[in-house]
């Protein structure tokens, strides 16, 4: 017996659970699938299987991973969807109730379970060296069979990757390595942050240790071609905290910003130089490249971190926690200076993946051009933003539309020369597609929807893997 689950925002509308597995053939496709579009899209989300505890708050960053993948080949579509079967899944589906507190709070922890298991996959899904990983920033990848989706366990690379491992690795264009990192990564609350990278073929081949200033949620990084960047930003872990009934995870004001900037393959500790700004913050970097000796990083930035608790427990002003697209420069030496790209409410951002790393031109964003007061992530849009130019070429999916984050999918040699993949749920018919756009031509619409047999809910982070 699941207990019903409590009327908050992230449990309703677009993030109401769904909960159902399901395959289907010969998807209902308006319009034509390009015929050099063959693999799969992948997406991953949150889809909890029960409530949590009734003193305990859900955050939509808890819910259990589920897994779509929409697979696409001469002209037509399949799709299947499957939960990622961690630890903490089969024992709460065995319990037939929530074990663990939100974000494996241990306030809320049954007695029955180990701490170490709270793990959701919910975040992230990404290939690699012939495998399929679901990413979770609490622990290591857990492997799944990347047709089935059947999950085979965590992987731990030889046993480098020790505990935390971001949702967010960067592929290094230049060999295929997968450089990644692990912040909390001697327990929850620690300073220590992990940085491994795993080759080509997914084996190990350089692991190092270095420490942030404060034990942040250190989300994403940033990876050049002569760089990585570890962001210190003032979204804070305390167990202490936690155990005093306040939040785990929490927005502390009077924390600066620091950036550890490192070379690509340095030995951590006194290898990573910081710099220091006023508070700043963003989840997820479009991209990241060297300019001289000065490393500029563009993001969906803002003020202030959204969905995060200041420390007395209270929620952002969603204006003032809004993302725009906006280029982070760190100067070789020691400054910061921010400026503004291009002005759209913004959610995920994406690249032309094979220039990870380098100069480049074009992001793929989702966002919308709407008033944002009131909205729950209810980004109506997708848009190619030429960040040299700072122009926008934009398609809107209309009223009521919640719009997922755009993968590109490179079909020609030219930077941005491809085609753009979201998930797109109309709240009025409340029907889910996936829209196929050219990413040139974006404001012409999608080429295709292909609909799916039901409700797909609002999720995070998709991948393309091309068919072998
Ligand atoms: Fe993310």
């Not at 969906?300 to 952002?316: F, I």
């Amino acid at each position: 017996m699941s207990l019903p689950f409590p009327d908050e925002p992230y449990l309703r509308g677009y993030y109401r659970p769904f909960g159902a597995e399901m395959e289907a053939e010969d998807l209902v496709v308006e319009g034509t699938i390009p015929a050099d579009l063959a693999g799969t899209f992948y997406r991953n989300g949150p889809d909890p299987q029960h409530p949590p505890h009734p003193d305990d708050r859900y955050h939509v960053f808890d819910g259990d991973g589920m897994i779509y993948a929409i697979r696409l080949g001469g002209g037509r579509a399949s799709m299947r969807n499957r939960y990622v079967r961690t630890r903490k899944f089969e024992l709460e589906r065995a319990a037939g109730k929530r074990l663990f507190g939100v974000f494996g709070n241990p306030r809320f922890n049954d007695p029955s379970v180990s701490p170490m298991e709270y793990n959701t996959a919910n975040t992230h899904i990404w290939p690699h060296g012939g495998a399929l990983y679901a990413l979770m920033e609490g622990c290591p990848p857990t492997a799944l069979d990347p047709d089935t989706l059947e999950t085979r366990g965590y992987e731990t690379f030889g046993s480098t990757v020790t505990g935390p491992f971001t949702a967010h690795p960067k592929t290094d264009p230049s060999d295929g390595a997968m450089h990644a990192f692990g912040y909390s990564a001697k327990g929850p609350g620690s300073t220590a942050v992990r940085y491994n990278i795993i080759d080509s073929a997914g084996q190990p081949r350089h692991l190092a240790w270095l420490d942030q200033p404060y034990a942040s949620m250190m989300h994403d990084f940033a990876l050049t071609e002569r760089h990585v960047v570890f962001p210190c930003l003032p979204v804070v872990i305390s167990m202490d905290r936690a155990m005093q009934g306040k939040p785990l995870t929490a927005w502390e004001s009077d924390r600066a910003s620091h950036f550890g900037v490192m070379a690509k393959g340095g030995a951590g500790g006194s290898d990573v130089r910081w710099v220091e700004t006023d508070p700043t913050f963003m989840f997820h970097i479009a991209n990241s490249f060297d300019d001289g000796d000065d490393v500029v990083i563009d993001v969906a930035g803002s003020k202030r971190a959204p969905l995060m608790p200041a420390v007395d427990g209270s929620l952002p002003d969603p204006q003032e926690s809004r993302f725009t697209l906006k280029r982070w420069r760190i100067g070789h030496n020691g400054t910061f200076r921010e400026e503004q790209i291009d002005g759209l409410d913004l959610q995920f951002p994406r690249i032309d993946d094979r220039m990870q790393g380098k100069r480049y031109r074009y992001a793929f964003v989702n966002g919308t051009a709407r008033p944002s007061a009131g909205r729950i992530d209810g980004f109506d849009s997708i848009a190619t933003i030429d960040v040299e130019r700072g122009t926008r070429d934009e398609f809107s999916f209309g009223d009521g539309a919640f719009c997922g984050e755009p993968v590109f999918v490179a079909t020609g040699p030219e930077e941005g020369e491809g085609w753009l993949l979201n998930l797109v749920w109309d709240s009025h018919a409340n029907e889910s597609i996936l829209a196929i756009t050219d990413a040139r031509n974006v404001a012409a619409g999608p080429v295709a929807r292909v609909h799916m047999p039901a409700r797909v809910p609002g999720g995070f982070h998709c991948h393309w893997r091309a068919a072998a």
